[in-house]
């Protein structure tokens, strides 16, 4: 029967730090969410989209403190096509 174990698990049986990886994946964080987002807007429309968020949010920038729930990332506007991409159109 297969059991499921937790990381800091894991790393007890692999006799691993674990608070060590959880330090590195930290200072990673930052640079992982930089390249994340620069990979985003090369897709074809990504960058449209994101900025009429900015747009319709009248150039107002999220806060410092909470990045993730501004109004320019809760109300987002509809998109303009709803259908679904194919592997070849996202160059797949």
Not at 78 to 88: C, F, G, I, K, V
Request: glycine content about 6%.
């Amino acid at each position: 029967m297969a059991e499921l174990i937790t990381g800091r698990e894991l790393c007890d049986l692999f006799r691993i730090e674990y608070e060590s990886i959880v330090s590195h994946r930290l200072k990673d964080q930052h640079a992982n969410l930089q390249y994340i987002a620069h990979q985003l807007l090369a897709i074809e429309g990504i960058r449209e989209i994101v900025l009429g968020w900015i747009q319709a949010s009248k150039g107002t920038l999220l806060s410092s403190g909470d990045r993730l729930s501004s109004d320019a990332m809760t109300t987002q506007p509809p998109l303009a096509s709803t259908t679904t991409p194919t592997p070849d159109r996202l160059g797949i």
